[in-house]
């Protein structure tokens, strides 16, 4: 079982929970026997583009944050690897405040959440569904990820397969940016991320609580997780792409579901599949 994480949010973000603070997670990631972990918090933006409240730490928390989790880190040195990161987004434009956060920390992942419309406004994959991408601009979605992988910004791409909640359906629109974004992933050797966060909200998180209901109950509520989608994974499950779990942790309690998350991720995606995937070690 992967007994690392780099996909770990913290309060700065706005939308993690407001009164964890980081070394919690460090004490439930060694609870569970983690050996490694990066923080990987939603970056802050040098020219503040997603104007969204509660959505990414400002740019002047930057040194409190690396301050904290380079405590962390001599804190608990003999006891599990700490690294810094963030979860950035990649747009035209921002290339050289991306690679400015990149020399500050350890890990970059890519958490693609936006591109922009032809009118040059930020269009954003909504969680729920609602705001729905078109063929044209699903294939520039999948393009900004390649670009960032082909521009050396990622370590690796958190949630690729998040795109389908901006689509009604699957067919060779979806197959296309699939393939794009898998060219380059192999290409320049950058990992996948199964993202688990979607299964934790729809399975075991409701009003900001978590539930521990019957299994029964659980696996049918794994009909609403929209991500991990069996056919990304099956489509990545032919290139030579490692591949990787990552908790996307914003809340008290989900790291020590990793084993079970792991599992449904596992049913869904299919054993088929995931017995063809590449997972690093």
């Known amino acids: ?13 706005g939308h993690a929970d407001l009164d964890m603070k980081d070394e919690e997670y460090i004490l439930e990631y060694i609870n569970m026997g983690f050996k490694k972990i990066a923080f990987t918090d939603h970056c802050p933006q ?7 409240e509660n959505m990414r730490m400002e740019y002047s928390e930057r040194k409190e944050y690396l301050d904290s989790i380079k405590k962390l880190r001599e804190k608990y040195s003999d006891k599990i690897e700490i690294e810094s990161g963030y979860e950035v987004e990649y747009l035209p434009g921002e290339e050289e405040n991306l690679r400015e956060l990149k020399k500050d920390v350890d890990k970059i992942i890519l ?15 909504d969680f729920n569904g609602k705001v729905k991408f078109t063929d044209i601009e699903i294939i ?10 082909e521009l050396g910004i990622p370590d690796i791409i958190a949630h690729p397969d998040v795109f389908i909640n901006a689509r009604n359906g699957f067919g060779n629109i979806e197959r296309k940016a699939i393939n794009i974004i898998c060219e380059s992933a192999e290409k320049y050797k950058v990992p996948l991320e199964i993202n688990l966060n979607n299964i ?5 998180y409701e009003n900001k609580v978590i539930v521990n209901l019957p ?11 929209v991500y991990p989608y069996r056919e990304f994974w099956e489509i990545v499950s032919k290139y030579n792409v490692k591949v990787l779990y990552g908790i996307d942790t914003h809340n008290r309690g989900q790291i020590g579901l990793f084993n079970e998350l792991v599992q449904f991720a ?13 997972f690093i070690e």
């Open 215 to 225: 299994i029964e109950e659980q696996r049918d509520k794994l009909k609403n997780v």
């Open 1 to 13: 079982m992967q007994n690392f994480n780099y996909h770990q949010h913290t309060y700065r973000c």
């Open 200 to 204: 934790f909200k729809k399975v075991y």
């Open 140 to 149: 520039k979605y999948a393009e900004y990820i390649s670009k960032a992988i």
């Open 266 to 278: 596992n049913e869904i995606i299919g054993s088929e599949i995931i017995n063809k995937l590449n």
């Open 46 to 52: 040098k020219n503040k583009i997603d104007k969204r």
């Open 111 to 125: 958490g693609q959440h936006f591109i922009y419309d032809n009118n040059g406004n930020l269009k954003i994959i």
